[in-house]
């Protein structure tokens, strides 16, 4: 015989359950809007900058009058400068150093800086591990707009030391393929003249 107590005590259990997932839900959808809308510049920013310290891996090639292997080392993306060619009306032309995706690989040109770091020496070239790169760099989209598939040249110059701490320099070239919004890519670089002249490396941006 079904008891009436227990049906009523079913039944308020049941709606207080119900009550509170609803009144949960309205908490996180009323708090989401205004955290979007009193967005602070210096977390924004400073939370970004400590996400640029991850580095993208790099492979270097360690090249010597006899043999010759890879070295593996790590590289870090800054774009002091970046103009947009078509941003639409809520973007601006120019950004500086944060520049998001949409503005990047929808088609864009760049100023880059790349420091390289290898993390075991050049046995055959004689390089030291510490280098970097320099210059210019073109955003061109090939697919939904960039944000599927994306394609970049860029030349510049290189700096790089041997192991007597002569000084190397010279012009270099680079390409790059990316994909996955802009946060993923493959990157060549040729160094005209140098002791390590190829590099090869995946392209991680954290936005």
Same mark, same amino acid.
């Given at each position: 015989?079904?008891?009436?107590?227990?049906?009523?005590?079913?039944?308020?259990?049941?709606?207080?359950?119900?009550?509170?997932?609803?009144?949960?839900?309205?908490?996180?959808?009323?708090?989401?809007?205004?955290?979007?809308?009193?967005?602070?510049?210096?977390?924004?920013?400073?939370?970004?900058?400590?996400?640029?310290?991850?580095?993208?891996?790099?492979?270097?090639?360690?090249?010597?009058?006899?043999?010759?292997?890879?070295?593996?080392?790590?590289?870090?993306?800054?774009?002091?400068?970046?103009?947009?060619?078509?941003?639409?009306?809520?973007?601006?032309?120019?950004?500086?150093l944060l520049i998001k995706p949409v503005k990047k690989f929808t088609g864009?040109?760049?100023?880059?800086?790349?420091?390289? /770091?290898?993390?075991?020496?050049?046995?055959? =070239? !004689?390089?030291?591990?510490? *280098? +970097?790169?320099? @210059?210019?760099?073109?955003? &061109?989209?090939?697919?939904?707009?960039?944000?599927?598939?994306?394609?970049?040249?860029?030349?510049?110059? /290189?700096?790089?030391?041997?192991?007597?701490? =002569? !000084?190397?320099?010279?012009? *270099? +070239?680079?390409? @790059?393929?990316?994909?996955? &919004?802009?946060?993923?890519?493959?990157?060549?670089?040729?160094?005209?003249?140098?002791?390590?002249?190829?590099?090869?490396?995946?392209?991680?941006?954290?936005?």
């Amino acid at each position: 015989m079904i008891n009436p107590e227990d049906i009523k005590h079913k039944s308020i259990t049941r709606f207080l359950r119900g009550g509170l997932c609803i009144l949960l839900f309205v908490i996180l959808y009323s708090n989401a809007h205004p955290q979007a809308e009193r967005e602070k510049p210096l977390l924004k920013y400073s939370s970004w900058a400590v996400m640029q310290l991850l580095p993208s891996p790099v492979f270097f090639e360690d090249k010597g009058i006899a043999n010759s292997g890879t070295e593996f080392g790590f590289e870090w993306q800054v774009t002091p400068l970046s103009y947009t060619f078509k941003p639409n009306k809520y973007l601006n032309h120019f950004s500086a150093l944060l520049i998001k995706p949409v503005k990047k690989f929808t088609g864009s040109a760049e100023l880059f800086f790349t420091p390289q /770091y290898a993390l075991s020496s050049f046995d055959y =070239s !004689k390089a030291q591990r510490y *280098m +970097y790169n320099t @210059g210019a760099r073109v955003y &061109f989209p090939l697919a939904q707009g960039g944000e599927y598939l994306s394609f970049s040249l860029g030349a510049g110059y /290189y700096s790089q030391k041997n192991e007597f701490n =002569s !000084k190397m320099d010279g012009i *270099m +070239y680079e390409a @790059g393929i990316y994909s996955v &919004f802009g946060m993923f890519g493959l990157k060549f670089a040729y160094k005209q003249n140098a002791i390590s002249k190829y590099n090869i490396g995946f392209y991680l941006k954290y936005y």
